[in-house]
């Protein structure tokens, strides 16, 4: 079992309102991701962080924003939710293991988000 | 531009059988490619990594060859067992962050 926990698991809310997405990670892991995927999709990257008060876009426009205050915390915010916001968030973390990059990722549960 | 494709039709394989995902990558090839597996509303599970200069990677039931002429990696699953159904997720390394396939299901029938 990774150690990477996201909540909520599910959120519906209405247009306009503001959401805060958690994940948080306890393996001391520097770098942290964002992702988005809609069913039988792949995954896009919307956000990464390589260290505490490191954080960039990925390749996918997002309107929300995040934060790296702390090396186990990652939380992704949206300050006025649409429906094309509609979609699973997934929170992702990598480390290293004997000074290597592993290149694996480990995941959260997700936090599936609708809008209406 | 660098892409991952995957077969975006289901896999019916019956259980005991050997199956086998293939993903097919464009352009140049990645310095590694990752599988994962993903259940229906879960984050992905890692599986194997195979580097650009390796042929094959194990991980007991499971194999991953990596072909640089065919631009493809292979993933096979063998003995399949009904707890092998999933969807399987393709991957590969460039520069920052992963480019993914969108992930072929596999059904194992009992």
């Known amino acids: 079992e990774a150690d990477i926990y996201q909540t909520p698991r599910y959120l519906v809310i209405g247009t306009g309102k503001k959401i805060t997405l958690e994940c948080s990670q306890t393996?001391?892991?520097?770098?942290m991701y964002w992702y988005q995927q809609d069913p039988g999709m792949e995954l896009h990257l919307i956000h990464y962080s390589y260290g505490v008060n490191s954080t960039e876009k990925g390749d996918l426009s997002s309107e929300s924003t995040v934060s790296r205050i702390r090396t186990e915390h990652f939380p992704l915010t949206l300050e006025s939710a649409r429906p094309s916001h509609t979609s699973q968030y997934l929170c992702a973390s990598s480390g290293t293991s004997g000074g290597w990059d592993t290149g694996e990722l480990f995941f959260g549960e997700g936090s599936r988000l609708t809008v209406l | 531009s660098q892409k991952i494709e995957q077969n975006s039709e289901a896999l019916n394989i019956q259980e005991g059988k050997t199956a086998t995902l293939t993903c097919n990558y464009t352009n140049y090839s990645p310095a590694y490619l990752q599988w994962y597996r993903q259940d229906p509303g879960r984050g992905p599970v890692f599986l194997l990594l195979i580097r650009e200069n390796e042929k094959e990677k194990r991980k007991e039931r499971l194999k991953v060859t990596f072909d640089t002429t065919l631009k493809q990696s292979l993933f096979h699953i063998t003995a399949s067992q009904p707890a092998d159904s999933a969807t399987y997720l393709c991957?590969?390394?460039?520069?920052?962050?992963?480019?993914w396939g969108a992930g072929t299901k596999l059904i194992i029938k009992p």
């Open positions: 991957a590969r390394g460039s520069n920052y962050q992963l480019i």
């Open positions: 393996m001391g892991h520097d770098k």
